[in-house]
T-cell receptor, first 115, second 112 residues
Framework: EAGVAQSPRYKIIEKRQSVAFWCNPISGHATLYWYQQILGQGPKLLIQFQNNGVVDDSQLPKDRFSAERLKGVDSTLKIQPAKLEDSAVYLC?????????????FGEGSWLTVV | DQQVKQNSPSLSVQEGRISILNCDYTNSMFDYFLWYKKYPAEGPTFLISISSIKDKNEDGRFTVFLNKSAKHLSLHIVPSQPGDSAVYFCAASSANNNDMRFGAGTRLTVKP
């Protein structure tokens, strides 16, 4: 079974530039998550989708971050304009459904460096 | 607001001995707990989980213990192997959604 796919793996941009990350979840998984992991910290949830609807985006900095999952499968996360503090690993994850008890499976992450 | 805490940033253990990683949580609504393992340059991979209706779950060399009254869980690895060297994250979620909260991680080093 294919895992969660993410691209690009690595990206270096200058501050105030924009960047987009793409995620393809495990087939059949209705719930998709974007997490931000800053060095030395645990993953922090940015946004959670159930199919193509947003369930929770309370921790998404909406002035610069946006995400969509238009057809309920693939998702993109965009940062515009980027700040130095956005340097982190952006992890996409998916699970069968929304409910607790479902294991979340992570992709390998997209490593962003803002200079 | 750190609802899941791993107070030990690192742990070093000799090969063959037991590794014990600890995790505390504050939200009494959490009912599902997981441990993830992360190697450098990779995403976290699921290791083992436990539901709040249990106090122990075992899978091979890995055992997770849950003490609900103390809001504490631990991961035991016996015997520890050098390949277990990684960062271990504790995570928790509640029944009303799957918004999983993570601890900051504990870096385990198993020395040959």
């Amino acid at each position: 079974e294919a895992g969660v796919a993410q691209s690009p793996r690595y990206k270096i941009i200058e501050k105030r530039q924009s960047v987009a990350f793409w995620c393809n979840p495990i087939s059949g998984h209705a719930t998709l998550y974007w997490y931000q992991q800053i060095l030395g910290q645990g993953p922090k949830l940015l946004i959670q989708f159930q199919n193509n609807g947003v369930v929770d985006d309370s921790q998404l900095p909406k002035d610069r971050f946006s995400a969509e999952r238009l057809k309920g499968v693939d998702s993109t996360l965009k940062i515009q304009p980027a700040k130095l503090e956005d340097s982190a690993v952006y992890l996409c994850a998916s699970s069968l459904s929304l409910h607790s008890g479902n294991t979340i499976y992570f992709g390998e992450g997209s490593w962003l460096t803002v200079v | 607001d750190q609802q899941v805490k791993q107070n030990s940033p690192s742990l070093s253990v000799q090969e063959g001995r037991i590794s014990i990683l600890n995790c505390d949580y504050t939200n009494s609504m959490f009912d599902y707990f997981l441990w993830y393992k992360k190697y450098p340059a990779e995403g976290p991979t699921f290791l083992i989980s436990i539901s709040s209706i249990k106090d122990k779950n075992e899978d091979g060399r890995f055992t997770v213990f849950l003490n609900k009254s103390a809001k504490h869980l631990s991961l035991h690895i016996v015997p520890s192997q050098p390949g277990d060297s990684a960062v271990y994250f504790c995570a928790a979620s509640s029944a009303n959604n799957n918004d999983m909260r993570f601890g900051a991680g504990t870096r385990l080093t198993v020395k040959p």
